[in-house]
């Protein structure tokens, strides 16, 4: 039996020795981390989209080029197979639960940045069996490929459909190889993390950084002299499926 089977196995088995109540209530605990000299710090890493800047160039899709070629996400034509980290939907598939928002009916079919929300009381965290997926102290809810073992409950339990599962090897459909990230595996899942690896270099994300309008703010939720708190305290701002109870921690911009 190879390793990822032996996983799988066990997991299941300890979901059923659990009883699956449980296991699906279970808390969430922030892992502690450790930032390394020079990296970027938060006590709550958050993005705000500024989403009329978006609307104002439409073609424009410079931060998902920059996250996907950063981070080797592969190009899969199939949609039901595709794997995205940063993508763009309508606003009545963003906001299903906000119909009456806006009263132009023509900003119903503008595009809206996702991305994963990277949730205060993220339900992927608490579901997964073997702790793939979990929250950092800093609010980074990250993915450790090598424990997933793709069984999906964090995909089932993620309200966004912010996780991609790789069904067929994606290393074929990488178009740009970037050499200082990992590829992932058939069989795993994968999302966005909020540029960890770059923030352990003191760089913000690459989709911040790649975004020349200055749509996309990053920074300390819990910093009230961020750049991101002071626009949340003088702009209105949604959040996606807020009433769930999950505390996303994107939040757009839109008054
Ligand atoms: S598929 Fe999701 S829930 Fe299952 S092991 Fe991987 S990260 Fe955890
Ligand atoms: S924060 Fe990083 S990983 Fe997440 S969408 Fe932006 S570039 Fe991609």
Redesign the pocket.
């Known amino acids: 039996m190879d390793r990822r089977k032996f996983l799988k196995l066990a997991a299941i088995s300890a979901t059923l020795a659990g009883g699956v109540p449980g296991f699906f209530n279970r808390e969430v605990k922030a892992k502690a981390y450790t930032p390394p000299p020079g990296a970027l710090t938060a006590r709550r890493w958050g993005?705000a989209i500024d989403i009329k800047k978006c609307w104002e160039h439409p073609e424009c899709n410079d931060?998902?080029k920059?996250?996907?070629y950063?981070?080797n996400?592969p190009h899969i034509p199939d949609r039901k197979r595709e794997v995205k980290?940063?993508w763009k939907d309508e606003f009545e598939h963003v906001f299903p639960d906000k119909p009456n928002e806006f009263n132009n009916i023509l900003l119903a079919h503008k595009p809206f940045l996702l991305?994963?929300n990277h949730c205060e009381h993220p339900p992927c965290v608490r579901v997964c069996p073997t702790q793939a997926t979990f929250k950092r102290e800093d609010g980074i809810v990250m993915m450790d490929y090598h424990r997933c073992i793709g069984c999906r409950f964090c995909m089932a339990a993620c309200p966004f459909g912010a996780r991609s599962f790789n069904w067929v090897d994606p290393r074929p459909y990488i178009e740009h190889f970037n050499p200082e990230f990992p590829t992932r595996m058939k069989g795993v899942v994968e999302?966005?993390?909020?540029?960890y690896e770059?923030l352990e270099k003191g760089q913000i994300?690459?989709?911040?950084e790649?975004c020349k309008h200055k749509a996309?703010i990053?920074g300390d939720l819990e910093d009230e002299n961020s750049e991101i708190s002071r626009l949340l305290r003088s702009r209105f701002s949604i959040r996606r499926k807020a009433e769930l109870g999950t505390g996303p921690s994107v939040f757009y911009l839109i008054g």
């Open positions: 993005m931060c998902i920059a996250c996907h950063i981070h996400v980290w940063i991305l994963c999302k966005c993390l909020f540029c770059r994300p690459a989709c911040v790649a996309l990053f």
